[in-house]
């Protein structure tokens, strides 16, 4: 749950599917794998900013995600902690932590969906592609 | 199965989610929506160039596009038909119709898994995001 480092890629055959689910507020994406990654850090580390550098983002791009999940749902997904300085804190509001917690389990529901029969399909794929040019088309 | 002008957006909710499955090969991806698209096209026009004009690809994109999906296969996806100049035609392989229906069949899992339980979800999201800027972080 609070792990924001990458995962390490599983071998094949799991590891040949991604999958991704974004969810659109109008043209914004108002939740995808990024901006839960985010609100997962943001929870770790108690601050937009540590948050952000844990995760390799400059503060305005961190901050410019932040402020879209918060204009895309009902309430805000994160709150910052008054308090003096450069030290002020954020985390997540129970909105947050809802829509995070839902998204994840939507994460798994397609996982689970997604590993029923495809082994045939799996089984096509080689294990390293050939060369550039060689399909003689 | 054939068509394959682009859908049209769909209203709220449906439309707010948006679901992506990819086939790796290696550092390639073997299939994913718009390699699936473009087999439908040259399954719809029976040659690479017309799929590659009626998806707005440039050839050389178009061909590089069926060029790794061929490699990545055990067997390739889509053959060319011998014959006289330019009027070449491709058509899917045996191999080609069942990946593509395979991973149609993946991507309708995926979407029914969805769709169960994300009603809570997709009400928490407005219908448009606020203004920019305006989330009080």
């Known amino acids: 749950m609070h792990d924001t480092k990458p995962r390490p890629a599983r071998p094949r ?3 040949a599917l991604k999958l991704k689910a974004q969810l659109f507020c109008g043209t914004e994406i108002a939740m995808g794998p990024g901006k839960a990654q985010l609100l997962e850090a943001i929870d770790l580390h ?3 900013a540590a ?7 400059s503060y305005r791009r961190t901050w410019l995600l932040v402020d879209s999940m918060n204009r895309c749902w009902d309430e805000r997904l994160v709150a910052t902690i008054a308090g003096g300085g450069s030290a002020r804190g954020a985390r997540l509001t129970p909105n947050g932590r809802a829509v995070l917690e839902a998204y994840r389990a939507l994460e798994e529901r397609l996982a689970a969906a997604a590993n029923i029969g495809i082994e045939p399909l799996l089984a096509r794929l080689r294990h390293a592609p050939l060369a550039p040019g060689s399909s003689e088309v």
């Open 13 to 15: 055959p799991d590891g």
């Open 46 to 48: 108690g601050s937009i």
């Open 51 to 57: 948050a952000g550098r844990a995760l390799g983002m």
